[in-house]
């Protein structure tokens, strides 16, 4: 068995795996660079971009655009494997993208939706054959929804892609059990290691971010939340938050469908994915989503305004001229209160990934952070080693910095590859 990380041994985003046994290969994720990353432009690679692809498969862990913002760019050919969830999650992001007014932006997502038609679903453990390597997916938690980590297996050897996961999120607490079931007698972890020197981006766990929000729905009248929209369990902590403060729970349409995706899938399994979102019939809490006209900003229609002014909201928005209007209007109240729920890295004009236009959006008001990283802090990736106890090392992917894994985690064998390393597993 042959590993190779074509790119994605020293920077976050955009990692690309290859595990290639008697001529069949399947590859882990391809995604773009994160934004404002140093362009390392990858090679061709054969069997997923050129050449015969009818012994290889692609699988992708989750629907964040650096470990799938590439599909279009493989041979069409090639099978491609995500979670069914996310698929349908993935499709309803790419579905508005495609229809944004920036022709060039448009016409990639258009491709990207119609790449969609062709990608194949499976469940956790289905346990997917591709010639002599078999593919296991493990359900767990990250701050998109429906994400798996990986166990592949072929010559006698087991690896464990983690993907992007945590141990501080809803779904985490089946981290360790699902480890202890499925993941026994491993070989090599490949490892995502994207906090390993942000000491603080986990300090909340996000039960605890949801109390706070409780508590600032209570206090604030109005509330703004700018929270990525398929970061789905944060999302729907927001809306019992503010059905738990007695607060109108306010979207649009478009972020109605995605939720309407995760309640029809899940809420089977957990009342947590469960709203109702008939207004007739949820008096606390109720659940508006927001129309508009064409290009026209959002504007509260009809008996709306008043209704929801005196039962105070929460409003989740995105940093668009259609949400802006009523940003600027409820600014001027000292009842409102603007929440800022993404990586602050985007707003930090010293860091590579720093979003200028999100920057001057919000650079008017007055606002406040509120989050929790989707990746596992140093702890818990200790734990995970520590259970798991690789047989011959662990690869570090997905990091700014895979030479901390040898001081941190020192009781381990770290195996340090080059992107585009052949590493033999044999
Ligand atoms: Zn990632
Ligand atoms: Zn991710």
Redesign the pocket.
């Known amino acids: 068995m042959k590993l190779t990380i074509h790119r994605g041994t020293n920077q976050?985003?955009g990692?690309v795996t290859e595990i290639e046994s008697g001529g069949y290969r399947i590859f882990i994720?391809f995604?773009e660079q994160?934004p404002g990353m140093e362009n390392k432009e990858l090679k061709p690679i054969d069997g997923l971009t050129y050449g015969d692809v009818s012994k290889s498969a692609l699988f992708i862990t989750?629907y964040?655009g650096?470990?799938i913002g590439k599909i279009c760019d493989t041979i069409a050919d090639i099978p491609i494997y995500v979670g069914k969830t996310a698929l349908e999650i993935f499709n309803c992001l790419e579905s508005r993208l495609s229809h944004i007014p920036n022709p060039n932006e448009s016409e990639k997502h258009k491709r990207i939706v119609n790449r969609i038609k062709t990608i194949n679903t499976f469940e956790q453990l289905q346990k997917i054959r591709i010639g002599k390597i078999t593919v296991t997916p493990l359900f767990i938690d990250h701050s998109a929804f429906d994400a798996y980590m990986f166990i592949v297996e072929a010559d006698n050897k087991r690896i464990l892609h983690t993907?992007?996961f945590r141990g501080h999120g809803f779904r985490s607490k089946g981290l360790i059990p699902t480890l202890k079931s499925y993941a026994k007698n491993i070989d090599y972890i490949i490892s995502?290691g994207?906090n390993i020197q942000r000491p603080n981006a986990t300090i909340k766990t996000e039960q605890e971010l949801q109390k706070d929000f409780e508590l600032q729905f209570r206090k604030n009248k109005y509330n703004f939340v700018l929270v990525s929209t398929t970061n789905i369990d944060r999302i729907f902590a927001l809306y019992h938050a503010s059905k738990n403060a007695k607060r109108c729970f306010v979207c649009d349409n478009y972020q109605t469908k995605i939720l309407k995706i995760v309640s029809q899938n899940h809420k089977q399994y957990t009342p947590f994915y469960d709203i109702d979102y008939d207004q007739t019939t949820n008096p606390i809490g109720r659940f508006f989503d927001l129309k508009r006209q064409r290009q026209n900003p959002f504007s509260f229609k009809g008996n709306l305004k008043p209704f929801l002014e005196k039962r105070g909201f929460c409003m989740l928005v995105r940093s668009t001229d259609a949400f802006k209007p009523l940003i600027d209007e409820y600014a001027k109240s000292d009842e409102t209160k603007i929440f800022y729920s993404m990586w602050d890295g985007y707003l930090d004009n010293k860091k590579p990934a720093f979003n200028e236009s999100l920057y001057k959006f919000f650079e008017p008001y007055k606002i406040e952070y509120k989050h929790t990283s989707?990746?596992a802090d140093v702890e818990t990736l200790k734990m995970v080693f520590e259970i798991i106890k690789p047989k011959y090392g662990i690869i570090p992917i997905?990091t700014e910095a895979p030479n901390k894994f040898k001081e941190i985690f020192h009781d381990q064998a770290i195996i340090s590859l080059h992107d585009g390393d052949v590493f033999n597993c044999n």
């Open positions: 976050i985003g990692c994720d995604g994160l989750h964040h650096d470990h993907g992007d995502e994207s989707g990746h997905h």
